[in-house]
């Protein structure tokens, strides 16, 4: 079965760093990009950014550019996202999904992770 | 702000077909694929349609999508309770630094 698993939720406090994972299975991790997504309590979705695990090459939404980290050890398959210094507004949902490429173009995020929640409160 | 624009509610009794509007521009809808995703209460969003009027292998032919020009939309037929969720478009957006994937900001599907 095709699945990307999550690592549990965290409660950290403004200022923190944290580093979260999303490692997959059933299917070959370094073919296919994975991406991050953000929802806010009782709000919509927003597209962070995404890797390759094959090579690490990482592309960010301009609104998450600086903010976070994307990485990924292709050695056991996982992707992270990551804060150095967290605060009460990364208070979110987060998930990691696998985008599928077709002909070389970037096409749908197929399978998606079960969510992380991160919360930063003092 | 979303860059994807959804009417935020719809609703509809069972058996009734409900359409979920998307609208978009040259650089996103017009020029590239649309996707749309379910999220049921408490969970993970799942691909519903891709590419405008795919649908993934074990999602119901109630559900279809299609677009025109920087538009889309998402029809539900016989509808029933349990496609009570939030609806989300999504596209790719050609911006000037590449290609980044925009979200409308969802639709809550309310069932009557």
């Known amino acids: 079965e095709v699945q990307l698993v999550q690592s549990g939720a965290e409660v950290k406090k403004p200022g923190e760093s944290l580093k979260i994972s999303c490692k997959g299975s059933?299917?070959?991790?370094?073919?296919?990009?994975i991406g991050w997504v953000r929802q806010m309590p009782g709000k919509g979705l927003e597209w962070m950014g995404i890797?390759?695990?094959?090579?690490?090459?990482?592309r960010y939404s301009p609104s998450f550019q600086g903010q976070v980290t994307i990485s990924a050890d292709k050695s056991i398959s996982t992707a992270y996202l990551q804060w150095s210094s967290l605060k009460a507004s990364d208070t979110a949902m987060y998930y990691c999904?696998?985008?599928?490429?077709?002909?070389?173009?970037?096409?749908?995020?197929?399978?998606w992770g079960q969510g992380t929640m991160v919360t930063v409160s003092s | 702000q979303s860059v994807l624009t959804q009417p935020p509610s719809a609703s509809g009794t069972p058996g009734q077909r409900v359409t979920i509007s998307c609208s978009g521009s040259?650089?996103?809808?017009?020029?590239?694929?649309v996707y749309w995703y379910q999220q049921l209460p408490g969970t993970a969003p799942k691909l519903l349609i891709y590419?405008?009027?795919q649908r993934p292998s074990g999602v119901p032919d109630r559900f279809s999508g299609s677009k025109s020009g920087t538009s889309a939309s998402l029809a539900i037929s016989g509808l029933r309770s349990e496609d009570e969720a939030d609806y989300y478009c999504?596209?790719?957006?050609?911006?000037?630094?590449?290609?980044?994937?925009?979200f409308g900001g969802g639709t809550k599907l309310t069932v009557l």
């Open positions: 590419r405008n009027n």
């Open positions: 890797i390759y695990p094959g090579d690490s090459d990482t």
């Open positions: 040259s650089s996103n809808i017009g020029s590239n694929y």
């Open positions: 999504a596209a790719w957006d050609d911006s000037l630094s590449g290609r980044d994937w925009v």
């Open positions: 059933g299917y070959s991790f370094t073919s296919y990009w």
């Open positions: 999904a696998r985008l599928v490429v077709v002909g070389g173009s970037p096409d749908a995020f197929d399978i």
